[in-house]
Every structure is written in structure tokens, then in C-alpha cells.
């Protein structure tokens, strides 16, 4: 329901938007643009913490620019600052009702932002680290290159083609279609002539009958 | 990875669930709330001890007096300064807001010290100072522990931050409230046990507080 501030602040933003976009003398970058457009986020998030559905969208995607702005800043990698982006959005769902519609949107945002993005370095950061490692730890695995351990992965397929093979046609068919040939359900009903339902139902017994015969599990 | 039509999704998606919510309080709204719950506290002293005995102790030694009074102002200033750096894209300056009446606090009990020294032959106020230990630590607990609880309602970027403030709070409240029934010795040993308590609170609170005030 709008109450008298939400109409109040949508009447601000149904102002606001048009004027900023016909400004086609001014350049984006100057200050009173950016003061209008800093406001006019303001009385959208104000609007928002009101329940404003409308406003709320706006002032999110409003948001996005000024995200990214904040995480290149911080030296977040320009492919991973959709991350931030959504990682700040998401903090700004759950903590707008912190926003005091008296002091600026933008500083509320950029420091939410900036947080966010600390965050993403760090934990990237420890990530990197783990996986510098990574080559080095397959290359000393003890399997990696074992004769055993390839004569075992050898027996097991054979055990699993004659488990295959001996499972009744219908489900046979639908393993092989749908989970060794990896077609998709429409795919495999064209190619079979079965329908998707009939198809589904064998790939569901075939796959138990392998379980059972493969671990002799239920 | 992510893509803009990701992003537009989740907009589209947080906007579904844009329900109005109840906003935070102002920094010095809640730091009014705050100062009452300090002033019940003394109200409740006062009339268990009375005002005859802290007036008296006034009137001899009027730094003890601009102590305890410092000493509430920086109680109301460090939860003023806490309940604003809880607030995403606050000023870093609001931990010099606690500061000069912390300077005064300090400087007057420093001030009764050297009286002290320098006058030995006045009436000695001393009582055994590790009461003051116990009590300024016993009673800062529950003061941090209400305001940390305060503060989680908000978002502090910098938690250590704000908590060492909720510590500096609820730690010179103590120190005041003490005042209204203890007989606080103007000797180095009294000051330095209400510094040791007074850093020992802003201690815990910034090491225990940070971690339970940690953005989600």
C-alpha cells in the first residue's frame, strides 16, 4: 500500500527520470547530473523501504554501475565484478532497512559495496593460494600413473558393459540413450519411439538394477 | 560467473520481495534511548544510597565531580559514536566523538592524583581498589552485552570498531555509576585500577564484540 512518503517519492522519481535522460546538453559526468541521480536513488530506496516494488527494481539496477565502479576500484578482475555486483545487491536486500533516507544512498551503497568486494579478494585470494598447489598434488597422487589402479578401473567397466548388456532391452535403452550416449529425453524418445514418460521409467529400473548389481545395495 | 541477465533476474527477484521494513532508528535517537537506561540505573543508585554521601565527596574534592560527570558524557558520546558506526558509509570520525570528554574524564582523575601527592595531609578517601576492578567489570557486561544486541539490528562494516566503543560506553557508565555510592580514591592506585577496568572492557568487548557484531 503507498502511504503519503512512498507517493511522495514516486511522484520525485516519475520527475526525475525523464529529465535526467533529456538532458542531452549536459555531459552524465557532471556534478548536478550526478547530484540528481544520486537524489533521485535516494528517494527510490526510501521509497522501497516503503514496500515500493517499482522503486525498489530502479534503484537496484540504478545500483549496478556504481558497484562495479567501487569493485574496480578495490582491483577486483573485471570478469568477476558481476559477482560483487550481486553479492552487494543481495547485503542490500537484507540490510536496507539501515538506510537513512536523510544521508546520501550513494555513500550507503559504496560502503557496502566496498565491503563486498574485500570480501570476494579475500576469499579468492585463499582459493588462489589452494590452487597453486593443486598440480603439484596430482602430480605426487600415488594412483595418478599406478598399473593397478588402471587395471581396476579396466575390470570395473567390463563389469559394468556386461551389466549393461544383460539388463532387459527397454532398460537398456534408455541407459544408453539417455546416460551413456548422454541424448536428451526428446532426443531419445525420437530416436526409440518411446515416450518421454516410458523412457524415464526404464532409466529409473535400470539404474537400480545396475545399483543392485554392481554394490548389491536396494 | 555471472551475466547481466543473471543480475537483472535477481533484481527481478529481490524486488518481488520488496516488503516494507521498519528503518533503523537514528544514531542519536538510539543513543537517547541509551542515556535513559544509563539514568535508570543512577536514578535506582541514588535512591538506594542516597545523594547525601556523593554530594559530600563533591564538595571536598570538586575533580571527582568533573570525573564522574566526564564520565557519563563519554558513556553518551561512545554510544552515540557505536550506535553511528554501525550505519554502512558512516565517518571513521566518529570515534574522535567520545574524546574530549574522555580527555576530561581522564585528565580530572589525574588531576585529583596529583592533589593527592601534593597534599597528602587531606583526607584520605581510600577504600580497597579492586572493588572498583569488580565493579566497573560486573556491571559493563550487561551494558555491552544490551548494546551489542542493539547493534545487531544494524550492519557495522568495521566491527572492532563499534565494539571497542560499546566497551569505552559501557565502561565509563560503570565507572560513573560507581561514583554515586563508592568513595573513589583520588590515589595513582584507584586511577590506575579504573584504567586497567576501562581498557580491559574496551579489550574483551573489541576482541568478543567484533566477532559477534561481524557483518553476515
Redesign the interface.
Known sequence: MASLTTAGTIGLYIDFAPRASSRTRVSADTPTTQEQASQRRSAWMAAAQDGDRRAYERVLADSVGLIRAVARRQGVAVDALDDVVQETLLTVHRVRHTYDPARPYDAWLAAIATRRAIDYLRSHGRHDAREIHDPLAVELHPDADDAAGETERAQEAARLRRAVAELPPGQREAIEQLGLQEHSLAEAAERTGRNTGALKVNLHRALKTLRQRLHGGS | ????A???S???S???????????L?PGRRAAGWAVVVAAIAAYLLWRYGLGGMMERWERAPDVACSALAAFATCIAAGWAAFALA????SRAWMLVPLPSLLVWLGSSGWGCMRYWLTPDSAPLSVPSADCLVFIVALSVPLSILLIVLLR???P?HPVRAAAMIGLASASASAGLLGIFHPIDASASDLAMHVVAVLLVIGVNAAMGGRLLQ??
Not at chain 2, 1 to 4: A, E, F, L, W, Y
Not at chain 2, 87 to 90: A, H, T, Y
Open positions: 560467473m555471472s551475466d547481466p543473471s543480475i537483472d535477481l533484481i527481478k529481490l524486488g518481488a520481495q520488496a516488503a516494507p521494513v521498519r528503518r533503523l537514528s550505519v554502512p558509509g558512516s539490528r544494524a550492519f562494516l557483518p553476515r
